[in-house]
């Protein structure tokens, strides 16, 4: 998925062959290269124009993943749309649930409460 100029020789050489050899891999090619360039420029007016796209397409795939953006499609607009992110929430459950695995069957909520919270001294 990186940009043409990024690529080098060998690299270039392969993916033109790959894309003249068969035209759904042109297909996927294009609409990949599309969502990249959606998502990085948050886009979220071009994203139904884009799962119509893939619709028309018929490549299963992509579908699929198409079919996952539709489930939760007012998520996907806003995260396309807004600046807010969740990702500071999301680490701290990934660290919970790290020490929740470290822990299995060892203790209860007393010794997790102080794994939680425990900071080493400065």
């Not at 050489?13 to 290269?33: E, F, G, I, W, Y």
């Not at 420029?41 to 795939?61: E, F, G, Y």
């Not at 396309?80 to 909520?109: C, D, P, V």
Request: glycine residues 4%; hydrophobic residues 40%.
């Amino acid at each position: 998925m990186l940009d043409d100029d990024k690529l080098d020789e060998g690299q270039q050489a392969a993916r033109t062959s790959m894309l003249a050899a068969d035209t759904q891999v042109l297909t996927v090619d294009q609409l990949a290269r599309q969502f990249v360039q959606l998502v990085k420029t948050r886009r979220s007016q071009d994203l139904d124009q884009w799962l119509a796209d893939v619709a028309a397409s018929d490549i299963k795939a992509l579908t699929t993943f198409a079919n996952g953006i539709r489930s939760d499609l007012a998520a996907v607009r806003n995260a396309l749309r807004l600046n807010w992110s969740n990702g500071q929430t999301e680490g701290q459950i990934n660290r919970l649930k790290f020490i929740k695995r470290q822990m299995y069957g060892r203790a209860k909520l007393d010794l997790l409460r102080k794994r939680v919270l425990y900071r080493p001294p400065s």
